[in-house]
Each structure stands twice: as C-alpha cells, then as structure tokens.
C-alpha cells in the first residue's frame, strides 16, 4: 500500500484545450500552421473562385482545401490516415469518417483553382530587407532554376500531359514534372512557380515569372538563362541580374575596367563581364580550380567589385536547397500519388503552398532574434512539429500575441550552427543523371574548405575588341 501511495502521488493530471471550428468545419486545420492560412483566407480563396459549396455538407470545402494541404504533410498515407491525422484530437466531437471515395469526390470538387490561389496569396519575399544574408547592397537576390525530379505515377493520362524524358537506354521509368521557381535566396522562399512538361525550355517557364521582378532585385542565374533574348526581358523589369555564361561564348571588349572586368554587349544590352579563376583548399588538402565568366548589369565597379559578384553567385546554390527540402524533406522521395493531370495540379499547388507556408514561420520565427541569418533554421524541425501540432490540433485558434508559436520555438531551440565553407562532389546515385560520376579532382565526402582564393583575369586577348569610337564606353553608375 505504501509503494501504490507513493506512485498514486507522483501522477499529474494535464488538461489541454483544443479550439477549432465549429460543427463539420472542425477538421478543417493544419494545427498551428493554420496561423498561415487561417480560415479566413481558405473562405476567401473559395469565394474568388466559386468553390464554395451551395449548401453545407458533412465534407464542407475549407475543410477539404486543408485536407489537400495535409496530403503533404504525410505522403507516406492514405486518403483515410490522413484524415484520422486531422481529427486525432477531436474525439469528443460527432465527426463523419468518410471513406476513401467521399475524400477523393471533395478533391475533385474543390479542383485546382482556389489551391492555386492560396499558393499566390502566400508566395513571396518573407525576409525584412535588413534580415542577415537576403540582400547585396540596395538589391534582394534572387533566383531562377528549374527542377525535374519531381516524379508522378505512370498512368497513361499522365504520360499523355508529360510525356517521358529520355535516357540512355531509352526513356525514364516514371514521368516527371517540369518544375521553375523564382526563391529568395535569402530564405529560399517561393515568390512564384509554374510547371508543366519537362519539353518546354526552362526560359519558356522562367518568362512566365518574369512579371514578379521589381527593380529591387538581382536575378542569380546558371549558364541556361544567359541567351540574349531573354536577358534583355529580366533588364526591362528593371532588375539587375548576375548570370554565368557558357564558356564557348565570345564577346567584344568594349571598355577594360580596373579591377580585371570589363565592358561588352549582349544583343543591344550593355553588360559588365567578370572573368576569374577561383581555387578551393579543403581541410585533406585536396586543391582545384575552376573558371567562371559572370554578366551583370551592376556595371560600377567600385560599388560592385568583382571578387564580391564572384562569391555573391555562389549563392545561386540556395536554390538547390530549396529543392532539397521539396523533394526530400517534404515528399519524403516520393512519386505523386495523382494519377490524372487535373490531380497532379492540384497536388502540386498545394505542396508548394505547403512548402511556403513552412518558409514563412521559419523566417518570422529566425527574425525575433536579431542577427540570425535564416539559414541557420532547420525545414526538417519546422515540419516535424507542424505534423505534430496537426495530429494534436494545437494552436489552431490562439490569441497568444507571440509570433514565434511551438514551430517558431522548436525552430529557435535547434537552431543550426553558421554556415561553414564546405563542398563536396556533385553526384547522385541515379544512372539516368548526368551526375552519376563523380568528379575524381574533389572529395568524395562534405570537407571543410580552408581557403578560397580568387582571381579576376582581364579580357581574353583573342576576344573582339571594340574599334569604333563610338563603342568605347566609360563605367557607369549601377543600372
């Protein structure tokens, strides 16, 4: 009796309030991601796009616009599981348990266009200009890249939208999407994203995106966004960009500038080219070097010098990042589970809303604490405790005026060490990729990187130098 006495006294009894809708909508919530898409804005989007239903149901459809949301959450589950995610902690509440087929008809009734403009509500720059690592100077930075690893179910509905990317013994085993991005590199927040078949030029999809540049950003970019036409249309958006170039491409000198760059034309766009030799040192000694030519509209170069520009675009990486916490963390690796056009749209607008609803408490929370750079916030935290205050239906409703919450504060707690310079090889393990062999000059594994040197050279002496004197340009002010 006196050992029951004492196990009886060491009980604690906890009582947790749960707040959440009212009635049918109750499963209608993504626990405290809610705060990003509160259930205001979900009305909203289903106004704008005549989605609502006429008469109350018992699957309204806010509640299946965060149902759609939570299919991201847990892509490893069934329509039903992933129900019984939402209404875990809803015990006391007479909710309906539709099957598998109920769920899959309210996909379809709600369609893709109110999760097509929830994505658009939330898509954007997140960072405050002064938030450490999101600006160069006056200019947010910003990036354009494309993915297509993003796989869907090989149905033939889907192969008739997407087709199949070929492969050296033929074509790959599952479609994919086309995925193009423009991201805050500073956060790798989505500003805006299209998709569509992996036929279309990556430029095609990038023009598409081209309306969202203002003329506070610069545009980082690979070697497949530097043809002139399409340079010319990021200037007109009043942009300035810093995109590498192909190595066989030749261009006229049109005035040397001191630090080693100089002036020259692409198309009718005045650019400045960076040309340098930047050498790597990692920890187990192992050394190499690679070249790069840059062009840029910053064509000062005392404000820009060109060793900053050259480290800058080491930041078009950020993007890769992105994708990583996409593909991986969020999809788990997964394939798509639609096996329609229609539902891969609608799956894919809602990941990504999903994806940037997560980048928006990350970066709120990184925020409170002055000086954190955002990259120093881990997606794998963040999205873990998202699941749990889902299953938990915690922070649905708060009037708690913090702005952190228990993602933001998980988020704080495990914070990542300051990035460290470290590389690695580019490889995966996939015999279809371009990048199944590893490059014998670096380490096999991440190393630490021990010193970094780089080294401006000037123009080419077989590149075409200007002769008319009506080609010899000054250096001007930035654009």
């Known amino acids: 009796m006196r050992v029951q006495s004492a196990i009886l006294a060491a009980v604690t009894t ?26 205001e804005l979900a009305d909203a989007v289903l106004e704008e796009t005549r989605t609502r239903e006429r008469r109350l149901r018992d699957l309204p459809s806010r509640a299946g616009i965060y149902f759609v949301l939570a299919l991201g959450l847990f892509p490893g589950l069934g329509y039903g599981n992933v129900w019984a995610k939402l209404t875990a902690a809803l015990d006391g509440l007479e909710l309906p348990s539709p099957s598998p087929k109920a769920l899959r008809d309210l996909r379809r009734r709600i369609g893709t266009a109110p999760v097509k403009a929830l994505f658009e509500v939330l898509a954007g720059p997140v960072a405050q ?35 199949k990317m070929k492969a050296a013994l033929g074509v790959t085993g599952y479609p994919a999407v086309e995925l193009m991005t423009l991201v805050e590199t500073g956060t790798r927040a989505l500003i805006g994203a299209v998709f569509g078949p992996p036929a279309t030029g990556e430029t095609d999809y990038a023009r598409q995106l081209l309306h969202l540049l203002t003329g506070g950003m610069l545009v980082l970019a690979d070697r497949g966004f530097d043809g002139a036409a399409f340079l010319a249309e990021v200037a007109a958006t009043r942009a300035a960009f810093l995109v590498r170039l192909t190595a066989i491409r030749k261009l006229p000198v049109m005035a040397p500038l001191p630090d080693g760059s100089f002036l020259s034309r692409i198309g009718e766009l005045t650019v400045r080219i960076i040309q340098a030799h930047v050498t790597v040192t990692c920890a187990d000694g192992t050394t190499w070097t690679g070249s790069y030519r840059l ?68 970066v709120t929370a990184a925020e409170t604490v002055p ?48 990035r460290r310079p470290r590389v690695s090889t580019r490889k995966v393990k996939s015999p279809l990729s371009r990048w199944n062999k590893a490059d014998p000059q670096r380490p096999a ?27 010899c340009l000054t250096a001007a002010p930035g654009p």
């Open 14 to 39: 906890i009582t947790t309030t749960i707040t959440v809708a009212a009635g049918v909508f109750a499963p209608g919530h993504l626990g405290e991601l809610t705060w990003q898409v509160p259930f």
């Open 129 to 163: 200009p002064c938030t450490p690592g999101v600006a160069f100077g006056r200019y947010r930075t910003v990036a354009f890249d494309g993915c297509t690893s993003i796989k869907v179910p090989d149905t033939a509905r889907n192969r008739g939208w997407l087709g």
């Open 371 to 418: 000086g954190t750079d955002p990259d120093r916030a881990s997606f794998t935290i963040a999205l873990e405790t998202a699941k749990e205050t889902l299953t938990q239906a915690s922070g649905v409703v708060t009037t708690d005026a913090s702005l952190t919450g228990r993602i933001g504060r998980a988020v704080l707690n495990g914070l990542l060490e300051p």
């Open 295 to 362: 062009a840029t509209t910053l064509l000062d170069h005392r404000r820009y010098p060109a060793p900053a520009l050259i480290r800058l675009y080491h930041e078009r990486w950020e993007h890769e990042v992105a994708y990583l916490a996409l593909r991986h963390n969020l999809l788990a690796g997964r394939v798509l589970r639609s096996q329609d056009p229609a539902g891969l749209e609608q799956e894919i607008w809602a990941l990504l809303a999903l994806y940037q609803a997560l980048r928006r408490a990350m």
């Open 445 to 471: 594994h991440s190393t630490q990187v021990t010193a970094l040197t780089v080294m401006v050279s000037g123009p080419e002496p077989t590149a075409q130098t200007a002769t008319r004197p009506d080609q």
